[in-house]
């Protein structure tokens, strides 16, 4: 096990303030992306502002709408939100919040216009009602002159084209972009975008992360202050990994064969002297006389509002002599359809109030007499009425007998624990190394009956069950035989796994004497721990299988599957040739092993996978539109929206370039 530092949540520097000095005709490049915004100026490696694609909303105390890094240092109890879902800003105005800081950071704050052309990311796909509201705001808002728009996963693929020479052959790749929100897999055609096979997957780096938190809090209710939005991304980088091979991952997991991360979270312990031990204690003391006296009160409420209610139903049993047909209505009103039922209700009210006064609660007396008479002497509604009391008898003679048993078992228990105190206390190093050793024995049995294991024995019972059907064996049963053997092997395993858990817990039950070191607070150390297993692997899985978050949608690789058999044997040869992965959420160690195996299991034979990614998949968006902002053909008229063409027409043309959205999806 290895025990890692919890790190706080680190908060980022406010984002700087740059001087404008650049040119009129340098673009300004914005990579707006569901997780993380960046912007800067085109022709620069890296852009000059990074910051999470979030607004704080505005107080009174608050005139503008903080975003990005600037929020960490507003008011606390601000809402902050994204303006995205699945890829696709719905909240302009927090888009015009986000673009306000933009332009105010890198310079422009002073002036009523920007007078840079602006070159814009977005989605695969993206409506074009987006498109129009994002025009209507630069073109009125902001007077740019002119604005480009490119698919995110295309100015990657651009940039990669630009260093790794053998990617692209013909202009024909395959690009899988996977980022915060969603996934998207788009088949790249002789230098065009085949709008026609395009896939999205609504599953990204948000669904992984939202699984880990929800793991973590399931297995650690009482630490739930710690699960923060950043410290679960934060543990997502460090600590998980995608899997090459799950299934054996998972079996591994299972068997023990891999140790878990241990977090240590901060705690603090202070020796107290006896004077503040004792006013602490009377602190206590008087908060619970408090309590108590609160909780009092509401329960004498609440046994007024009881008494009121049980003096009306004691008026409707009084109309069961005098007024029947009254008692009826009165009956059904209140939802009950039988006296019994009525009289059960009244008594459960006595006992509350009389509980609620310090009182033993009233049991209802039954007369067991008609259980010894002969059904001969008896009508039929005694009958029934016998018949009820049967099973009265039953049940109460069942409790007394749980009851009996479960104080028979309490005792042995304690009695049970006091001999194996004895028994630590006389040899703990002895009794310590007996149980480890226990321990170690079982998992190697484990280890043992694997599934592999169980699954040659199950072949080798059913071809002997065969062999004794076909020989005319009389004593033959079947499949049964088979199915109860290996059911045997299974429950065995169960109950190994928890002949475990029981020896592990006694050892750390009583470490206090069978190791001198540990302490009460190294116990209490243990207790402000957090081990992540399993989940390791488990919250990087919804990428291939999202059944896992209960999504019904299909994996990436059965989505690849799906795509690359629309094609020609040709084209579906040159498709997995050159395979391009991008975005963040494909940074994850073993993604890239995970995805060279599925695609190579559901490829022709001794067809040759190549999987081309880059280390700064991240930045790969914004430099490759900062790189593509300055060739020479992109601002054309053809390529662009230009702000006289806005006045003139408005937005009702689509226009086209290597990076940009297909026409077809119009």
């Known amino acids: 096990?290895?025990?890692?530092?919890?790190?706080?949540?680190?908060?980022?520097?406010?984002?700087?303030?740059?001087?404008?000095?650049?040119?009129?005709?340098?673009?300004?490049?914005?990579?707006?992306?569901?997780?993380?915004?960046?912007?800067?100026?085109?022709?620069?490696?890296?852009?000059?502002?990074?910051?999470?694609?979030?607004?704080?909303?505005?107080?009174?105390?608050?005139?503008?709408?903080?975003?990005?890094?600037?929020?960490?240092?507003?008011?606390?109890?601000?809402?902050?939100?994204?303006?995205?879902?699945?890829?696709?800003?719905?909240?302009?105005?927090?888009?015009?919040?986000?673009?306000?800081?933009?332009?105010?950071?890198?310079?422009?704050?002073?002036?009523?216009?920007?007078?840079?052309?602006?070159?814009?990311?977005?989605?695969?796909?993206?409506?074009?009602?987006?498109?129009?509201?994002?025009?209507?705001?630069?073109?009125?808002?902001?007077?740019?002159?002119?604005?480009?728009?490119?698919?995110?996963?295309?100015?990657?693929?651009?940039?990669?084209?630009?260093?790794?020479?053998?990617?692209?052959?013909?202009?024909?790749?395959?690009?899988?972009?996977?980022?915060?929100?969603?996934?998207?897999?788009?088949?790249?055609?002789?230098?065009?975008?085949?709008?026609?096979?395009?896939?999205?997957?609504?599953?990204?780096?948000?669904?992984?992360?939202?699984?880990?938190?929800?793991?973590?809090?399931?297995?650690?209710?009482?630490?739930?202050?710690?699960?923060?939005?950043?410290?679960?991304?934060?543990?997502?980088?460090?600590?998980?990994?995608?899997?090459?091979?799950?299934?054996?991952?998972?079996?591994?997991?299972?068997?023990?064969?891999?140790?878990?991360?241990?977090?240590?979270?901060?705690?603090?312990?202070?020796?107290?002297?006896?004077?503040?031990?004792?006013?602490?204690?009377?602190?206590?003391?008087?908060?619970?006389?408090?309590?108590?006296?609160?909780?009092?009160?509401?329960?004498?409420?609440?046994?007024?509002?009881?008494?009121?209610?049980?003096?009306?139903?004691?008026?409707?049993?009084?109309?069961?002599?005098?007024?029947?047909?009254?008692?009826?209505?009165?009956l059904t009103e209140e939802g009950l359809s039988s006296v019994s039922q009525l009289e059960n209700h009244i008594l459960s009210i006595k006992n509350y109030i009389i509980k609620a006064n310090g009182l033993p609660p009233i049991q209802k007396v039954y007369n067991f007499s008609l259980l010894e008479i002969d059904d001969s002497q008896l009508s039929e509604e005694d009958i029934l009425e016998k018949r009820k009391l049967y099973q009265i008898k039953a049940m109460q003679d069942s409790r007394e007998q749980r009851e009996i048993e479960k104080q028979r078992e309490e005792a042995i228990e304690k009695e049970n624990e006091a001999k194996l105190l004895e028994e630590i206390k006389r040899d703990p190093e002895e009794w310590k190394e007996r149980i480890t050793s226990r321990i170690t024995e079982i998992k190697r049995e484990l280890a043992d009956n694997s599934r592999n294991v169980r699954g040659r024995r199950k072949a080798s019972l059913r071809l002997k069950a065969l062999s004794r059907a076909d020989a005319g064996d009389e004593e033959f049963n079947g499949d049964w035989d088979i199915y109860r053997k290996i059911g045997n092997g299974i429950s065995e395993t169960n109950t190994n796994q928890k002949e475990i858990n029981k020896l592990e817990a006694l050892l750390e039950k009583y470490a206090y004497i069978t190791d001198p070191k540990v302490d009460e607070y190294t116990a209490e150390t243990r207790r402000y721990q957090i081990d992540i297993g399993i989940e390791q692997v488990r919250s990087m899985e919804p990428l291939f299988q999202p059944a896992i978050i209960g999504s019904s949608q299909i994996g990436l690789t059965q989505a690849i599957d799906t795509i690359l058999k629309r094609y020609d044997m040709e084209t579906r040869l040159e498709l997995i040739g050159n395979i391009f992965i991008t975005g963040g959420n494909m940074l994850s160690s073993n993604i890239y092993d995970r995805l060279m195996k599925d695609i190579t299991s559901v490829s022709p034979v001794d067809t040759q996978v190549n999987i081309y990614h880059t280390e700064t998949a991240v930045l790969d968006a914004w430099s490759g539109a900062s790189m593509y902002a300055m060739q020479d053909g992109l601002w054309d008229d053809a390529c662009v929206y230009t702000k006289s063409l806005y006045e003139e027409t408005g937005i009702n043309h689509m226009v086209s370039h290597f990076a940009s959205n297909s026409p077809d999806f119009q």
């Open 1 to 330: 096990e290895s025990i890692h530092p919890f790190e706080r949540d680190i908060i980022p520097p406010p984002d700087p303030i740059y001087e404008y000095n650049q040119l009129v005709d340098v673009p300004i490049v914005i990579d707006l992306g569901g997780h993380s915004t960046r912007a800067g100026w085109g022709g620069h490696n890296i852009p000059l502002l990074q910051f999470r694609t979030e607004v704080g909303s505005i107080t009174k105390s608050q005139q503008r709408a903080l975003v990005g890094n600037d929020i960490y240092y507003g008011s606390q109890a601000m809402g902050v939100s994204s303006p995205f879902t699945k890829d696709v800003a719905h909240d302009i105005d927090a888009v015009e919040a986000i673009f306000d800081h933009i332009f105010g950071h890198i310079g422009l704050s002073g002036m009523s216009y920007v007078p840079h052309p602006l070159l814009l990311t977005e989605a695969l796909c993206v409506p074009k009602l987006y498109r129009r509201k994002i025009c209507e705001l630069i073109f009125e808002t902001y007077s740019v002159p002119m604005v480009g728009f490119g698919v995110d996963a295309m100015f990657a693929y651009w940039k990669a084209l630009q260093n790794i020479h053998t990617l692209g052959e013909n202009y024909t790749s395959l690009i899988v972009r996977s980022g915060y929100n969603c996934t998207h897999i788009i088949p790249f055609i002789g230098g065009n975008i085949d709008a026609n096979n395009c896939m999205r997957i609504d599953i990204g780096g948000y669904h992984s992360s939202n699984l880990l938190g929800n793991l973590m809090l399931y297995k650690y209710p009482h630490h739930a202050k710690v699960f923060s939005n950043a410290t679960i991304e934060s543990w997502k980088h460090k600590y998980c990994h995608g899997s090459s091979n799950y299934l054996v991952e998972l079996r591994e997991w299972k068997t023990q064969r891999r140790l878990p991360i241990i977090i240590q979270l901060p705690f603090q312990r202070t020796t107290l002297t006896e004077v503040e031990r004792k006013r602490k204690e009377k602190l206590q003391e008087e908060r619970n006389k408090r309590l108590k006296e609160l909780q009092r009160l509401k329960q004498l409420q609440k046994v007024e509002e009881k008494t009121e209610e049980l003096e009306y139903l004691e008026s409707i049993m009084l109309l069961k002599d005098t007024n029947p047909l009254t008692f009826k209505v009165k």
